[in-house]
């Protein structure tokens, strides 16, 4: 079975990780390994070996300490198991107490089953979904709930990650897990920042969603003193307005200048004075548009001192170089003076596109 290997005096903090994120193969013990580490059971849905989210924890398969069936499929009418062996769902996606899993239309008639399966081997999970795939201008996820272990049907849920909780709606906004490490990377970005500028840092996420990344960043103590944040999707918005409440109370400081939450086109912000120039980091978070957005977003970095941006992009992957240099020209063009510019791969998207982060240092003379 697959364990995850963490340093002993981790095992709480990677098992409460794993158990949040529905990784967790619950019914199995913690594996003593050799040289004191201790090997966290996972089930078959978790990131594969080497995925970042493991912050390079190694994997190792050992025999699970085991007290039921180690998958779900094994909680089947023997029966039913066989008539569709080979096509049962291999993968499954969990936000907070949802399963989410694609039922193919060939499996549709064995819904029910397969959700009394899931529910019974994930007892941490409330409601199993069927993902009917991805609609409108939000790319949000068509949701339909086919079995809830306790009647209440809600999508509205709860996740853990990096030691701050976030309330999500895959039915309403987008979230994925899976970029946690870069939320990671944008908090030492930030702390790069607030140390070169020797104070606190504004920064303006425009496209925000629940607002990860105002999660990470607000965690840390004394990093940020003000923020914008926004989306258009006034779903969207609603869960970050309960999200940034929650960690601002969470927060070590008691007061941030600024703070504004607002639900609005990210590449109208800066016609607002209060929002032109305001901030020294700035998140562009639209994959498919973030380097076409750009040349109404650099305004809103502050002129006069360096400032940050940090985007992610799906690039062509024999395009880099010149995605790369339409960043530079958006940059060059407000005259601003750029000192670095990175862009590297962080996923693949496709055969032919990759999931890609871009972060620029540069200062706008005043
Ligand atoms: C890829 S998601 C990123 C969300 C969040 N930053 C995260 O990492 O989970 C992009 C977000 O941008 C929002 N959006 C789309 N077009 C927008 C626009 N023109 N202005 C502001 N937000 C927009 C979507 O509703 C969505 O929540």
């Known amino acids: 079975m697959r364990h995850l290997s963490v340093p002993s005096a981790q095992t709480q903090t990677w098992l409460d990780f794993c158990k949040s994120n529905g990784w967790l193969f619950s019914e199995a013990g913690v594996h003593p390994l050799e040289g004191g580490r201790k090997g966290i059971p996972l089930l078959d849905n978790a ?45 499954f996606e969990v936000q907070g107490d949802l399963q989410i899993v694609k039922i193919e239309p060939e499996l549709q008639q064995f819904e029910s089953n397969i959700a009394e399966a899931m529910l019974h081997q994930s007892p941490n999970i409330r409601v199993i979904c069927a993902d009917e795939g991805v ?67 504004v920064v303006c996420d425009p496209y925000a969603g629940v607002g990860p990344s105002m999660g990470a960043l607000l965690a840390e103590d004394g990093l940020v003193s003000g923020y914008h944040v926004g989306d258009l999707n006034p779903q969207a918005v609603e869960l970050l307005q309960m999200n940034i409440e929650h960690l601002v109370t969470k927060s070590s400081s008691s007061s941030f200048s600024p703070a504004t939450i607002r639900c609005a086109d990210a590449t109208k912000w800066a016609m607002d004075n209060e929002l032109v120039e305001s901030c020294d980091l700035l998140l562009v978070n639209l994959p498919h548009d973030s380097i076409s957005h750009l040349p109404e977003l650099i305004p809103l970095l502050k002129k006069g001192d360096t400032t940050v941006l940090r985007g992610w992009a799906i690039i062509d992957k024999d ?48």
């Not at 909680?75 to 198991?81: G, N, V």
């Not at 999508?155 to 970029?179: A, C, H, Q």
Request: proline share 4%; glycine share 6%.
């Open 47 to 91: 990131p594969i070996a080497g995925d970042s989210v493991w912050q390079g924890m190694p994997e190792v398969m050992v025999d699970g300490r085991v007290k039921g069936p180690s998958h779900w499929t094994q909680r089947l009418d023997e029966e039913i198991f066989k008539k569709m062996e080979s096509e049962w769902p291999a993968a």
């Open 319 to 366: 395009e880099f170089e010149s995605q790369k240099q339409l960043i530079i020209e958006a940059i060059e063009k407000t005259s601003a003076i750029i000192e670095s510019v990175t862009i590297e791969e962080i996923k693949g998207f496709s055969s032919s596109k990759c999931f890609a982060c871009f972060e620029v240092w540069l200062s706008r003379p005043i």
């Open 135 to 201: 609609q409108g201008d939000f790319r949000i996820r068509k949701l339909r709930v086919v079995q809830s272990r306790d009647g209440n049907e809600s999508t509205l849920t709860r996740i853990k990650e990096n030691g701050y909780s976030l309330w999500v709606d895959p039915s309403k906004v987008y979230f994925s897990i899976r970029l946690s490490t870069q939320r990671i990377n944008t908090v030492t970005s930030a702390k790069n920042l607030s140390q070169r500028l020797g104070r606190g840092i």
